[in-house]
């Protein structure tokens, strides 16, 4: 069973900044396509970057120059660093990731985690 758990959400004023964190467990053979997705009140889900195994990224038009994403490989781990926080970036932030248990492999969604940024 695989588990992705999210932390790092909370209070933030805008301007500021803050780092998320999802670590994957379980039976895993591999990780390949970690993202990040958010979703605010009122709206569906929405993408806001992915990463490769080797690093290669792709951002939302409204994050690009702001939100950061890596992944640390050897921990399983994948991280967001959100700068220069916006009203508007207030969501439910969900870690999202195509893992492969030996030759069978799926998508897995974290429980989630608030993000409120205050004007």
């Known amino acids: 069973q695989v588990q992705l758990v999210e932390s790092g959400g909370g209070l933030v004023q805008a301007g500021g900044s803050l780092r998320l964190s999802c670590v994957a467990s379980?039976?895993?053979?591999?990780?390949?396509?970690m993202a990040w997705y958010r979703q605010a009140p009122g709206k569906q889900r929405e993408l806001v970057a992915r990463i490769t195994p080797s690093g290669t990224t792709n951002y939302a038009d409204s994050v690009k120059g702001r939100f950061t994403i890596s992944r640390d490989n050897a921990k399983n781990t994948l991280y967001l660093q959100m700068n220069s926080l916006k009203p508007e970036d207030t969501a439910v932030y969900y870690c999202?990731?195509?893992?492969?248990?030996?030759?069978?492999?799926?998508?897995?969604w974290g429980q989630g985690t608030q993000l409120t940024v205050s004007s």
């Open positions: 379980g039976s895993i053979t591999s990780i390949n396509i």
């Open positions: 999202n990731a195509d893992i492969r248990w030996m030759r069978v492999l799926a998508n897995f």
